[in-house]
């Protein structure tokens, strides 16, 4: 398996533009999860889905970032407008249904994202 | 509110030394503590993981020790070497969170040759 894959790897934009990052979770997983990561704040939680479905997006910093899942070989994460702040790196990460033998979460590469 | 506690957020050792990682956790309810590991500008990726039904788990010269009554787990990293230089995770899982890990907040490693 080619593992998750995630897309662009950067992106640089200027404040006030529309970004959207995009995620393939690797085959048979049915949980896909968008974390954000920077020195201040670490690996953070943004939203996770569960067989396409968002369960929880309490993580979702504000009405700027939305993600959606129209099947289960895609995701996105889309922030509108871009802030600086937003400056991270972007992980997807997908496992299989949560038993404690199955809960690995496997990362895709992440998307360095810089807002000017 | 953090869940899992980690420390220190950085380490420096020298080669052939010993790497030692702290985490804490508070719900007792968490019954699976796996330890990420992050190379620069890679995803983090699973290292090595413990159930509390064990205190102690050795792959290699990465030890994990659990101590279920102090509520704290720790991540020893045996004879460190330059490669190992990388940002180290633990987390905790429990089943009525479907298995889904609460991350601490990272330690940076730095091995020197």
């Known amino acids: 398996d080619a593992g998750v894959i995630q897309s662009p790897r950067h992106e640089v934009t200027e404040m006030g533009q529309e970004v959207t990052l995009r995620c393939k979770p690797i085959?048979?997983?049915?949980?896909l999860f968008w974390y954000r990561q920077t020195m201040m704040r670490g690996l953070e939680l943004l939203i996770y889905?569960?067989?396409?479905?968002?369960?929880?997006d309490s993580g979702m910093p504000e009405d700027r970032f939305s993600a959606k899942m129209p099947n289960a070989s895609f995701s996105t994460l889309k922030i509108q407008p871009s802030e600086p702040r937003d400056s991270a790196v972007y992980f997807c990460?997908?496992?299989?249904?949560?038993?404690?033998?199955?809960?690995?979460?496997?990362f895709g590469p992440g998307t360095r994202l810089t807002v000017l | 509110q953090q869940q899992v506690k980690q420390s220190p957020q950085s380490l420096i050792v020298q080669k052939g030394g010993i790497s030692i990682i702290n985490c804490a956790y508070e719900?007792?309810?968490?019954?699976?503590f796996p330890w990420y590991q992050q190379f620069p500008g890679k995803g983090p990726a699973l290292l090595i993981a413990?159930?509390?039904?064990?205190s102690e788990k050795k792959e290699g010269r990465f030890t994990i020790s659990f101590n279920k009554s102090a509520k704290q787990f720790s991540l020893h990293i045996m004879d460190s070497q330059p490669g190992d230089s990388a940002t180290y995770f633990c987390?905790?899982?429990?089943?009525?969170?479907?298995?889904?890990?609460?991350f601490g907040r990272g330690t940076s490693l730095i091995v020197h040759p």
């Open positions: 990460a997908s496992s299989r249904s949560g038993t404690r033998d199955t809960d690995t979460q496997y």
């Open positions: 085959s048979g997983h049915d949980y």
């Open positions: 889905f569960n067989n396409n479905v968002p369960i929880d």
């Open positions: 719900n007792t309810a968490f019954d699976y």
């Open positions: 413990i159930r509390p039904d064990v």
């Open positions: 987390a905790a899982s429990n089943p009525e969170g479907s298995y889904i890990p609460t």
